[in-house]
């Protein structure tokens, strides 16, 4: 993994509308835009980052690039992706929304055998507040810290950021995996990340309703995860959610075997056996993102003690 100001990223899509609005703002927090990638236009320069039609042409022109940030239409994900796996990019962040979900099996079939990080889709990305900014976080809202914050949902990370930053508790990184149904990285593969990184002292974990992301991830920090982790978990008084059908995925991003999900689908992604499964674990459970800062503040003075 390697996310810091010198790190080089393109922005595929960076004449989009949402491309020309967060390439200039990631590049003014200091994150080193390399350049901009639209396909078959004729503008060659976006608020001074050098747009090409190829990501070949970008890389012959900057040398490597580390991490690409992709926000073309949803139908053209795949074709961005792999044009950037072909061009030897290895981190990946798809800010877009509504990719098809046979274009990510296929997407993330390519990129497990590049060894390939992908975040995302329908990711705000992520921050390591001070150094780089590769997403849609507001900036105004982070400050450097202890705190690794990890999340499903854009928002939240958004709100509950600003709640730790208001408390005087910064951030080592944060970051959204994605809403979307198939996402490229796993909760349970950022607690790693983060369990090793050494500016993180504790861990904040948002949680919501639907998948069995939560549970799983609750799982593994009672066997893997040394780092302290506080949980939040949005929508706890809402209803059951349907079960969402993951058949056609690979084995290795089936949130949990197909059969079992079959079997358990009564109760499957309720707020009951997400908050179950923390409880087991011993990872306290914030009520609301205001309280999120409280429970940080009780898990530091302890592990400082």
């Known amino acids: 993994m390697k996310f810091n100001p010198k790190s080089k990223v393109i922005v595929q899509g960076i004449l989009e509308p949402l491309g020309q609005i967060y ?3 990631m590049k003014a927090y200091g994150t080193n835009v390399v350049a901009g990638i639209s396909p078959g236009g004729e ?14 042409q970008a890389i012959a022109a900057n040398g490597p690039v580390d991490t690409t940030v992709i926000l073309t239409p949803p139908y053209d994900v795949l074709d961005a992706a792999l044009e950037a796996l072909t061009a030897g990019i290895r981190q990946i962040i798809i800010l877009s929304q509504g990719v098809p979900p046979m274009d990510m099996v296929r997407l993330l079939r390519r ?24 997403g849609t976080h507001p900036p105004a809202w982070y400050q450097p ?30 970051l959204g ?3 979307s149904p198939l996402v490229g990285s796993s909760l349970s593969q950022w607690l790693q990340i983060l369990d090793e990184d050494e500016q993180t002292e504790v861990i904040v974990l948002i949680g919501e309703l639907g998948t069995d992301q939560e ?13 302290p982790v506080v949980a939040y978990l949005a929508g706890q ?11 056609l995925l690979p084995p290795q991003h089936r949130i949990m075997p197909f059969s079992l999900r079959t079997a358990s689908a009564v109760d499957f992604g309720t707020p009951t056996r997400k908050l179950a499964a923390f409880k087991q674990a ?15 503040k009780k898990v530091l003075k302890k592990k400082r003690a």
């Open 23 to 25: 390439a200039p703002q």
């Open 43 to 56: 503008q060659t320069e976006w608020q001074g980052i050098p747009v090409f039609d190829l990501v070949e």
């Open 111 to 134: 990129a497990e055998k590049l060894e390939t990080l992908i975040v995302g889709p329908n990711s705000p990305g992520l921050i390591v507040p001070g150094q780089v900014l590769l």
């Open 145 to 174: 810290g202890p705190v690794g914050l990890l999340s499903r949902s854009g928002t939240l990370t958004y709100e509950v950021a600003r709640e730790l930053t208001q408390a005087g508790l910064g951030q080592s990184i944060a």
């Open 177 to 179: 995996i994605g809403g």
């Open 215 to 227: 549970e799983l991830a609750a799982e593994y920090i009672a066997e893997a995860i040394d780092t």
């Open 237 to 247: 008084s809402l209803p059951t959610l349907p079960l969402p059908s993951e058949a």
């Open 282 to 296: 011993k990872i306290p459970v914030a009520q609301s993102p205001a309280q999120v800062p409280e429970w940080v």
